[in-house]
């Protein structure tokens, strides 16, 4: 039974809409657990101790020929062996610097690129020594030659790479573990990518690692932990803090560990990889790749740039990750992507998108509005109607349907263009959250960086005034005093969660907000101006 079809109804409709918006960025900020970067630097326990034991350092795993589960001690450098008096090898490109410590790891892998500098204008540093596990960190299953290991040096035949434009540079490593014999054969490209290729002399259980994910850009607001793509197209994301216990994934064609903006990961679509999801001790999801002896991959550390990433590989834009809203936020992303190559800009191409997005609901929002007017101009007669039969909810309720139906009103018209919004909302929402392309990207004078704040507020505050006066000129029937409260504050509210947001995001909201004033100020003076033939027709 309906009880409530008027624009009362309606109202409550849209407050309860917003307030969801409001109670997810709310609970972002101050109620999500923060996630904290994980350093798992180990204090030596001796000035000469270059090794120590820690816990539950290898994932578990049942391999095909025995169900066995894998709980070791494994032997890890403590933090005065991780020091760049012990890297054996240095990697060079326009584009990036790292550097490989004496365990045959990626102790260290800068950007060099200027958008990627941090906000101290130093290069980015997206695998450092602190990482919980580095990239090419090998933990075998066997504990007596896991431990030596770990405290057998490997050898580089160079010293240095220098990769130029179009071009590759490959470094061979060797460790001597009593016998056993571990090649690793690392071929880098000058865009962050590089190949591995390692071989035992004899077989020997082990997992390897494309490192933890990077802990640049961690915040409340974006997804950050482990995604794996299979070959049936399907992915699995693993959020930080998501992982109970080890999971195993065979026929894995990307594994990757990512924060907001960088990602580090293996990927085979040839061959694909038995992957294990594991935990640090923050909680954080870490992967690792099984084999018992030849492992080849394809890897990658660096920003999850689509050009880049597409450059690589098309098909390992997959790790570019938007939670929920992915399927309609990648072709968002595709959609800004292609206006931006056109304007040369992105905070314009954001506006234009908006107004090409603002064009195709257009058609729905009007007719909202057209509504929302009709409504007002009815609410005198749906008044007498509530007065005249408030002791008969059913009589009521069918007039109240008679007087829409004859004035072409509809009290839920409203609803949809907002509905339909609200995933379009959060699918840009994601795109202008994770593309690192607006960073460092201008837009006006006072705007340097769409990927951060506004420094001046101004846009936050130019939304919240637009939303103030779309608010004062949209027709509005609410009673309710505490609803009229909020409604009041609303744009004083968003003001406020705005101004944190990343520039580009604020700029989107400011230009829909904009679209819908102009747009409902037209509709306003249309039918005002129907009211004033009507009064003159009716003075004839």
Sequence with gaps: MIRQSDSKQQQRVI????????????????????QFEQNATVNATTADNISQNVQNAAPKLNAATQNQALNTQVAAPSSSTQGTQNIIAKIKSEHFEASIDYLGRISSFKLLDAKYKDENSKFVEVISSKAYT???????????????AFKTPYIADKKELVIDANSSATLSLTQNLDGLVVTKTLTFYELGNYDVDVKLSANSAYFISPGSRPAVAVDNFTVHGALLLDNQDTIHTYEDGDVDSDENLANINVAS???????????????????????????NSVLFAYSQNEFKSGAYIGA????????????????????WFTFIAKPMFDFLNFLHTYIGNWGWAIVVMTLIVRLVLFPLTYKSMI??????????????????????????NMHMMELYKKHGANPMAGCLPILLQIPIFFAIYRVLLNAIELKSAPWALWINDLSVMDPYFILPILMGLTMFLQQHITPMAIQDPLQAKIMKY????????????PAGLTLYWFINNLCSLIQQWVINKLFEKEHKHKESENTK
């Excluded at 309860?16 to 972002?28: D, E, G, P, R, W």
């Excluded at 580095?134 to 030596?148: H, S």
């Excluded at 560990?257 to 923050?282: C, G, H, M, Q, W």
């Design 490 to 501: 609303l744009p004083l509210v968003f003001i406020l969660f705005f101004i944190t947001f």
């Design 15 to 34: 407050i309860a809409v917003a307030l969801s918006f409001l109670f997810f960025i709310v609970y972002s900020e101050f109620f999500m657990k923060p």
């Design 304 to 323: 999850k740039e689509h050009s880049i990433l597409r450059a690589i590989d098309e098909r390992l834009d997959v790790v570019v990750e938007y939670g």
């Design 257 to 283: 560990a990512f924060d907001r903006y960088y990602s580090a990961f293996f990927y085979n679509f040839a061959t694909p990889l038995n992957i294990t999801v594991s935990k640090d001790n923050e909680g």
């Design 371 to 396: 509504s929302m007017n009709k409504l007002k101009d009815l609410a005198p007669k749906m008044k007498d109607i509530r007065d005249k039969y408030k002791g008969d909810p059913q009589k009521m």
């Design 134 to 148: 580095l990239p090419l960190e090998l933990r075998f299953i066997d504990t007596k030659v896991n431990d030596l």
